[in-house]
């Protein structure tokens, strides 16, 4: 054999060992990172589905801020800090929020007259997205989703040096159906965007995980990013008594900096103090860069204190990975892409992992006790990843309807549920044969899908055709997604218990080896 055959093919063979065992064992993490990433671009659209109280008709922008307002000025006279998040295209909900000391509040307006909505606490739409990247684990989460997507990085360069001949196939159209094309095929389909998806990813995670270069650089005055991209015009506190200028007559000057209608959050500092200042940020839901410009303004003067509306190259450059990655640019065509390419990647993933076990299915009559125990906990950590994790997002929402409106912590009781259903699932992955466990979770995942608009029209006002009728799409956006995916799943299920009659399965439910024999 001549040298450079040799050392092409282990190279080959190599990378091959790198993207079999690494894609297996972070292929269960980068599944759950993809699938609830992906669930976040829809987030807001959550978040309302979640909050069925919040249905408010729209207010201009002044009747909005004049609410918030005078609502803050009854409730929170005495607070350090008030904040406005006034309502948007895909954020339809005045929300206001101050602090006193430690202390943290906020409530939910009506835009128009300034009443208070009452509404069951619930975590909505942000919960996936803070999973998606901190795995409800703080910065451990962090670490894992930083090293999950250093090893799709090099899955990625590692499956293209072993399957160098699928972009042939791919654009050949030589698609077989099994599962190994299934995973490369959706693999080249999506490949630009998880490269993007996975690099930008990685930018942001490793910034916030790895403070020791700034900290170096500023030393103990680091108070992150934004605090040295962003020239700060708040001043300390006076202790003087002084009237806070009405807001609404400072909206048409900060408008005038950053745009007719295009400002969605207003931040004032030392509120009835004669050094308060009023703030006012742009929406970035128009620009990749995601870096809200800003106009702060005397809060007793109404004096215009500066503005900022450009930045240096390096955060022009780093805010706009961080756009790129959350994608709030672009509307709706946007989030659907992103969405889509989302769930394909999922495929893609579960593919690979699935292949893993048909693959080695032949094997498993021939295999020791251990090796048998060892392909059967790896099929049930599969079902629990795949199927599971779907079940455990529906349950999520399903809890949103089901849990008692005046539940204590009502918010973290559907985290709990989050979790519990998830064990569930990987307890009854483990007790069941592997075809039969696919075949149920994915019929449960397609109930839960199919029964989610239903158990929203029976419980609240905003079930699918009300939310037609009364243009509400958001809503019945979320209904008509999981009708559709529920539609999928079951024809999955389907497929999998016909293939489930055909065969007997190799394997059993998961047991313990027998060392007696």
Not at 156 to 165: C, E, K, N, P, W
Not at 379 to 386: K, S
Not at 427 to 448: D, K, M, S, V, Y
Request: proline share 5%.
């Amino acid at each position: 054999m001549n040298q450079p055959h040799f050392a092409k093919k282990t190279f080959t063979r190599a990378m091959s060992e790198l993207h079999t065992w690494g894609g297996l064992v972070f292929g269960w993490l980068l599944f759950v990172i993809f699938f609830t990433g992906t669930l976040a671009v829809f987030g807001q659209e959550i978040t309302h589905w979640m909050q069925p109280n919040v249905r408010i008709n729209q207010a201009a922008p002044v009747q909005a801020v004049a609410s918030a307002d005078q609502k803050l000025r009854q409730l929170a006279p005495q607070a350090d800090l008030w904040m406005i998040a006034l309502p948007q295209n895909r954020h339809q909900d005045l929300e206001i929020i101050w602090r006193k000391g430690q202390a943290m509040l906020e409530r939910h307006l009506d835009p128009q007259t300034g009443a208070i909505i009452k509404m069951p606490a619930t975590e909505g739409g942000h919960f996936f997205a803070h999973f998606h990247y901190q795995l409800h684990s703080g910065k451990t989460g962090m670490w894992l989703v930083s090293l999950a997507s250093v090893v799709m990085l090099a899955a990625l360069v590692s499956g293209i040096a072993i399957r160098s001949q699928v972009f042939t196939d791919f654009f050949r159209l030589r698609w077989r159906r099994n599962w190994l094309d299934a995973h490369t095929l959706s693999g080249v389909l999506t490949l630009p965007f998880v490269l993007l998806i996975t690099y930008t990813g990685l930018t942001i995670t490793f910034f916030m995980l790895l403070p020791t270069v700034p900290q170096v650089l500023y030393g103990s005055s680091w108070k992150g990013p934004v605090a040295v991209a962003a020239t700060n015009f708040e001043r300390s506190p006076a202790n003087l008594p002084a009237e806070l200028v009405p807001l609404t007559r400072l909206l048409p000057l900060a408008e005038e900096k950053l745009g007719q209608g295009k400002i969605f959050f207003i931040r004032i500092s030392n509120p009835g103090d004669r050094h308060s200042v009023v703030t006012f940020f742009r929406t970035v839901d128009d620009t990749i860069v995601a870096m809200s410009a800003r106009a702060s303004f005397d809060g007793v003067t109404g004096e215009l204190l500066g503005s900022q509306t450009t930045w240096n190259k390096y955060v022009q450059i780093y805010r706009s990975l961080v756009g790129l990655h959350i994608a709030r640019f672009g509307g709706y065509p946007i989030s659907w892409l992103y969405f889509t390419a989302g769930l394909i990647s999922c495929v893609m993933i579960a593919a690979g992992l699935i292949f893993f076990t048909v693959k080695r299915r032949n094997r498993y009559s021939r295999s020791n006790a251990t090796t048998q125990m060892l392909y059967r906990a790896i099929e049930a950590l599969n079902i629990t990843t795949v199927t599971g994790i779907i079940i455990a997002c529906l349950a999520f929402l399903w809890s949103n309807r089901l849990l008692p409106p005046g539940l204590k912590d009502r918010a973290d009781a559907e985290i709990t549920v989050f979790f519990s259903i998830w064990l569930l699932m990987l307890i009854h992955a483990c007790l069941r044969p592997p075809l039969r466990a696919w075949a149920e979770q994915l019929g449960l995942a397609a109930g839960l899908c199919i029964g989610l608009p239903v158990l929203n029209a029976l419980t609240s006002n905003v079930g699918l055709l009300p939310s037609i009728r009364q243009n509400d799409w958001m809503t019945a956006g979320v209904d008509l997604t999981a009708l559709l995916l529920g539609a999928l799943l079951a024809i999955t299920a389907w497929r999998v218990a016909l293939k489930q009659d055909k065969s007997q399965a190799a394997y059993h439910p998961l047991t313990l080896p027998n060392t007696n024999k």
